[in-house]
């Protein structure tokens, strides 16, 4: 049989441990270095003008690290400028942007409009892939490998703490073999 001493230990050990775990289910965890504070808006919410000042602003720091990087000499400004100039985001459309705009609309007329965006999209793609195309070829070989290290990183939305570009999604494994 056990004492009362011990049956009051062992209580109270598991009261504390009972009272610990609850205080620690409770306490947020630090928010990581970089996120924006719990409670506080994210960017996108807060104003579109400023997020897309943001995003400019960083594009152009970009772009002008990777020229520094690259060491261009006169005879490469020209390309190096059709190039910068290709990755500029194309103008906003003045169509729906938003649900109830879009709610107005017929279903063909979204299919339709959506397929309009598709094709804009497929456009500004295909200019800056040529430019980019112009602009290696201007390069001398150290520099192509300069600029496929630094492009690599600036992916498609793979540059900020997302090397491999995919934000938490992954692609699914390739199918066993057998």
């Given at each position: 049989?056990?004492?009362?001493k011990?049956?009051?230990?062992l209580?109270l050990?598991g009261l504390?441990?009972?009272?610990?775990?609850?205080?620690?289910a409770q306490?947020?965890?630090?928010?990581?270095?970089?996120?924006?504070?719990?409670?506080?808006?994210?960017?996108?919410?807060?104003?579109?003008?400023?997020?897309?000042?943001?995003m400019q602003?960083r594009?152009t720091?970009?772009?002008?690290?990777?020229?520094?990087?690259?060491k261009?000499?006169?005879?490469?400004?020209?390309?190096?400028?059709?190039f910068?100039?290709?990755?500029?985001?194309?103008?906003?459309?003045?169509?729906?942007?938003?649900r109830e705009?879009?709610?107005?609309?017929?279903?063909?007329?979204?299919?339709?409009?959506?397929?309009?965006r598709?094709?804009?999209?497929?456009?500004?793609?295909?200019?800056?892939?040529?430019?980019t195309?112009?602009?290696?070829?201007?390069l001398?070989?150290?520099?192509?490998?300069?600029?496929?290290?630094?492009?690599?990183?600036?992916?498609?939305?793979g540059?900020?703490g997302?090397?491999?570009?995919?934000?938490?999604?992954r692609?699914?494994?390739?199918?066993?073999?057998g």
């Amino acid at each position: 049989m056990m004492s009362i001493k011990k049956t009051r230990h062992l209580v109270l050990t598991g009261l504390l441990a009972s009272v610990a775990i609850a205080a620690s289910a409770q306490t947020p965890q630090p928010a990581p270095a970089g996120a924006p504070a719990q409670g506080a808006p994210r960017m996108e919410q807060r104003d579109p003008a400023k997020r897309l000042e943001h995003m400019q602003q960083r594009r152009t720091q970009r772009l002008a690290a990777l020229k520094e990087k690259l060491k261009l000499d006169a005879s490469q400004e020209g390309a190096w400028s059709t190039f910068a100039a290709a990755q500029q985001p194309p103008a906003r459309p003045a169509e729906p942007r938003n649900r109830e705009e879009m709610a107005k609309l017929t279903t063909p007329q979204r299919l339709d409009l959506m397929q309009q965006r598709q094709a804009e999209r497929s456009a500004a793609f295909a200019k800056r892939a040529d430019a980019t195309r112009s602009f290696y070829a201007a390069l001398k070989p150290e520099q192509q490998q300069t600029f496929d290290a630094e492009t690599l990183r600036m992916g498609p939305r793979g540059g900020d703490g997302h090397p491999d570009g995919h934000h938490g999604h992954r692609p699914a494994p390739p199918p066993a073999k057998g």
